[in-house]
Structures are given as structure tokens and as C-alpha cells.
T-cell receptor, first 108, second 116 residues
Framework: SQQGEEDPQALSIQEGENATMNCSYK?????LQWYRQNSGRGLVHLIL?????REKHSGRLRVTLDTSKKSSSLLITASRAADTASYFC????????FGAGTRLFVKA | DVKVTQSSRYLVKRTGEKVFLECVQD?????MFWYRQDPGLGLRLIYF???????EKGDIPEGYSVSREKKERFSLILESASTNQTSMYLC???????????????FGPGTRLTVL
């Protein structure tokens, strides 16, 4: 099974609502990253949170990390139609492991 | 603006053909990666390279080989393409950090390969 597993697999919300995605992993980590992928394109790095951090913000993004539960969450506040994409968490060093992703659809 | 480019966005090949996928980065990154992405399976690492002429197997190297003759270029080779290699192929690069520190990867736009 994969190191990072996102939940839910798919999420559909209205513009302006908040979107929360979760990621669980199995082994200890130095840091965890979140990426976004627009349909049929490459991934774009969003944010990195280190293992000694509990929360991190970047614009409308808020990431939390709970190493005791081996889980992380990505919150997108005041979502926009342009946030429609797949979101992946990633852990590991050279052999980075990506989860299967959460597909977010934001309806205008 | 940093850039990772891939030689083709779409590619159609026949079973048994030799296929070359090229990736070039302009950020002087030491590390380069090849992934394949399939629905429901996320990204799976095929091979990566941490230096010129160096390569390491990822999770699914069977049926693939790679070449890194220059720092900026990392090629993925399908020696004899098969239909189960139909997929989206993503190349990425990253700079080297301290041991155990993971640096963000920069991705190319992907090549959607169809093997008939």
C-alpha cells in the first residue's frame, strides 16, 4: 500500500466554501509536502511542513501535521473555481511517495 | 522562470517499438526523476538520478531504462513498448539538500503515451 493516502478520493464544493483534504502515512518522516495537479498537467508544489512543525500557512492554504497520528490535512479557505484540481501529499526523500490524490471540484 | 520540459505532450507507439522520452531542466538540479501516473494509483517512481551517469531504480523499473549523460537531461527508454505501458509519464527535478531533507520537485507537463 502507499505511504501517503489521501481522503476523500473526491470532493465537490461550492465556490466560497472551505475544502479539507487529509493524508495518512505509515513511516516516520522528516517532512511532508502537498502538490496540486491541474487536469492533464504536471504537479505544482504548494507547501512543505517539517516534522517539528504542527501548522503552516501559505495564502489561503493551511496545512497541519500530527506525527503521533501520522496524518496531515490541507485546508483551502474561500475556494475558487480555479482551485479545481487534484491534490497529493508526498513523503520521503529521494524515493518520494505520492498518494493517489484527492480530486477537488469547485462549482462556480 | 524555472522550467522542466518534456519532448512530447502526446505520443502514440506500437507494441514492440523502442520509445524515448526526453526531459530537460534548466535549474541546474542534481536530481531528476521519472514517474508514471495511472488512475487510482497516483504517481509511481520508475527511476531517479542524483548525478550525471548515476541512476537508481524506483518502485517499478521493469521494462524501462534511463540515461543521464548530461546534468540537464534525463531520458526514459522503453526498450520494447507494451500496451501495459500506456500511461502518463511525468519528469521532475530537484536540488540536493542535506541528508534526509527533501526539497520540492519541479515537474514537467507530462507525456501521455499510448501503446497500441
Amino acid at each position: 500500500s502507499q505511504q501517503g493516502e489521501e481522503d476523500p478520493q473526491a470532493l465537490s464544493i461550492q465556490e466560497g466554501e472551505n475544502a479539507t483534504m487529509n493524508c495518512s502515512y505509515k513511516t516516520s518522516i522528516n517532512n511532508l509536502q502537498w502538490y496540486r495537479q491541474n487536469s492533464g498537467r504536471g504537479l505544482v508544489h504548494l507547501i512543505l511542513i517539517r516534522s517539528n512543525e504542527r501548522e503552516k500557512h501559505s495564502g489561503r492554504l493551511r496545512v497541519t501535521l500530527d506525527t503521533s497520528k501520522k496524518s496531515s490535512s490541507l485546508l483551502i479557505t474561500a475556494s475558487r473555481a480555479a482551485d479545481t484540481a487534484s491534490y497529493f501529499c508526498a513523503t520521503g526523500g529521494f524515493k518520494t511517495i505520492f498518494g493517489a490524490g484527492t480530486r477537488l471540484f469547485v462549482k462556480a | 522562470d524555472v522550467k522542466v520540459t518534456q519532448s512530447s505532450r502526446y505520443l502514440v507507439k506500437r507494441t514492440g517499438e523502442k520509445v524515448f522520452l526526453e526531459c530537460v531542466q534548466d535549474m541546474d538540479h542534481e536530481n531528476m526523476f521519472w514517474y508514471r501516473q495511472d488512475p487510482g494509483l497516483g504517481l509511481r517512481l520508475i527511476y531517479f538520478s542524483y548525478d550525471v551517469k548515476m541512476k537508481e531504480k524506483g518502485d517499478i523499473p521493469e521494462g524501462y531504462s534511463v540515461s543521464r549523460e548530461k546534468k540537464e537531461r534525463f531520458s526514459l527508454i522503453l526498450e520494447s513498448a507494451s500496451t501495459n505501458q500506456t500511461s502518463m509519464y511525468l519528469c521532475a527535478s530537484s536540488s540536493s539538500g542535506l541528508a534526509g531533507v527533501y526539497n520540492e520537485q519541479f515537474f514537467g507537463p507530462g507525456t501521455r503515451l499510448t501503446v497500441l
